[in-house]
């Protein structure tokens, strides 16, 4: 029962390995390069210490993909010497090439470090903090696993009706398995609006709405969830309004936890935020994207 998980709960855990981002955005219609990091320039990192867009007018072809830039100066630096400003794992979560099964991932360009010279980027911020607590155990493992991982098949973000924002991804493990990783979901309607203002059992039912929009769309539903994390500002009142997302997501697995929070990044008017993961066996996912 969700109630009992209640007891594990820690106000820092972080789930990593699925945090969904926006990220390394591809057009995979015909032949088209793909444009990596979401067009974000990849020398601004180094030479003003910040993700920046970069523009359409500045663009280098560069390992299949195109690469953008904020001006002409910029794309010469890169030119010269695209190993070296280009991220690592051709521009796919640092964290997701490191994991126990790894694989490849999308990324968010807001979510970045650069360690000894060179660039990494991860799902998302909050990942990038869980990745950077162990970053040269992380770089070491992920440079062993990338040989095996830069030919499997590219990461996938689920179409309507799951919400763009965050994303999800189905993601496809060493072993030729297939997962969907439901990025955190909010209590927003299809607009973007929020439900239930102040209201915990409101926003649990239209998370619950939200997670089962995805997990349709990526075909399946909540008898193949692995996994569940709900990081909720009040667990008194998410127990007893727990009833509501088992009706969503079911009974929860043993490895899913409840984790009390002080916040939620998306503001104060949200009480619950959840992350799921589903297995999805080895068909390939309908309504879905093709990202990088």
Known sequence: MWEAWLSRSR???ILVGFLLMTALVADARGDEPKLSISGYDPVAYFTEGKPVQGKTEFEYLWHKSRWRFVNSQHRDLFTQDP????PQYDGYCAMGVAWSDPH???V?????????GKLYLTHTPSSLEAWSQSAAENIKTANQNWSTV?????PVIVGSPCLSNPPSVVITLSGGGRQLLVGAQLARDADGNIVGK??????????GKNIQAC????GTNKSNIILAKPYVIDTAAFSKNAD???SFLGPGSPSSTVSAVPKLSAGPDFLVEIEAVANLGTAAAPNADHQR
């Open 104 to 106: 490849k991932d999308t």
């Open 244 to 246: 509501v997302l088992a």
């Open 198 to 207: 102040g209201d915990m059992r409101a926003q649990i039912e239209q998370v």
């Open 11 to 13: 106000p820092s855990a």
């Open 215 to 218: 997990l349709e769309a990526a």
């Open 108 to 116: 968010d360009p807001e979510a970045w470090a650069i360690v000894d």
């Open 83 to 86: 190993e070296h400003y280009a």
């Open 150 to 154: 830069k030919s499997q098949p590219e």
